[in-house]
């Protein structure tokens, strides 16, 4: 008998296109023969996503053209990212046809970016008891990680769980977003607090838990040299703190059931 629990598979859309297009784009390939194997390739890609997930929910997640809060606060933020190729930015409608193509909606805001989207509808599913699946190679999504929320990296044929955290980062997903306040986010062009490294950040939220009791610690008159550093860098950490941690928030504008999967055509109903 099929389990009845709602369970959403969304899926990170330019994650997954970016990474698709890149294996194409080193073929020898025109762009048009890059973008047209892309687009066969992501339908492949996305009907094995969905057999091996068993959803019955699905959306496929896009980033538009969003000026984010993150920018408005921190200007610098992603600054130096390789821009998306111009062949892959004009045949995006095409590409997100493609996920229409497989029964999966797909989810583009001009006012909010990707990740928050999918941490909100992750989220959303954990608070009813229900199921997600996230699908993307983004680390960031690893903060998310609870007993409902699953994240797969399906280019290295692998779960980002919480031994995975454990494995690369020496604390739980439940300090992923301190750890990255003090080390900062190379990739996003986020600034953590000069002269914490990993190692260092790894051992102080192993031995204090949490960036508030650091902040408290650093305070003292003994405190270590680590903590002088947090201690003259706060504002710093706070900042990165805020940009890193994924909102949970966000007005979707849609239930679930416009997003079952099969969609209800499909599905008989």
């Not at 389990?3 to 990170?12: A, G």
């Amino acid at each position: 008998m099929p389990n009845l629990r709602p369970h959403l598979l969304i899926i990170d859309a330019l994650n997954l296109i970016r990474r698709l297009h890149a294996v194409q784009a080193q073929q020898g390939l025109t762009p048009a023969q890059a973008l047209i194997a892309t687009r066969a390739n992501l339908i492949n890609t996305s009907k094995k996503l969905l057999a091996n997930s068993e959803p019955t929910h699905a959306i496929a997640v896009f980033d538009g053209e969003v000026h984010s809060w993150r920018k408005e606060i921190y200007p610098a933020y992603k600054e130096g990212r390789t821009p998306m190729p111009q062949e892959l930015r004009e045949g995006l409608v095409g590409l997100q046809d493609a996920f229409w193509e497989c029964g999966v909606d797909a989810l583009l805001s001009q006012t909010d970016e990707a990740d928050d989207l999918i941490a909100t509808l992750a989220d959303g599913m954990a608070r009813r008891g229900a199921r997600a699946t996230i699908i993307s190679t983004d680390k960031g999504f690893c903060q998310l990680i609870c007993p409902q929320i699953r994240v797969r990296d399906y280019f290295n044929k692998r779960w980002l769980d919480a031994a995975f955290v454990q494995q690369q980062y020496g604390v739980a997903p439940s300090q992923l977003v301190d750890f990255w306040a003090l080390t900062g986010i190379g990739g996003s062009n986020i600034k953590g607090v000069p002269g914490i490294g990993p190692k260092t950040a790894t051992q102080l939220l192993q031995q204090y838990g949490t960036l508030a009791a650091l902040l408290d610690a650093c305070e003292q008159e003994s405190a270590a040299k680590p903590l002088l550093k947090l201690r003259q860098h706060r504002d710093d950490a706070l900042l990165a703190q805020r940009l890193v941690r994924l909102q949970l928030d966000i007005p979707l504008g849609f239930n679930l059931r416009e997003i079952r999967y099969p969609p209800a055509q499909e599905a008989g109903a």
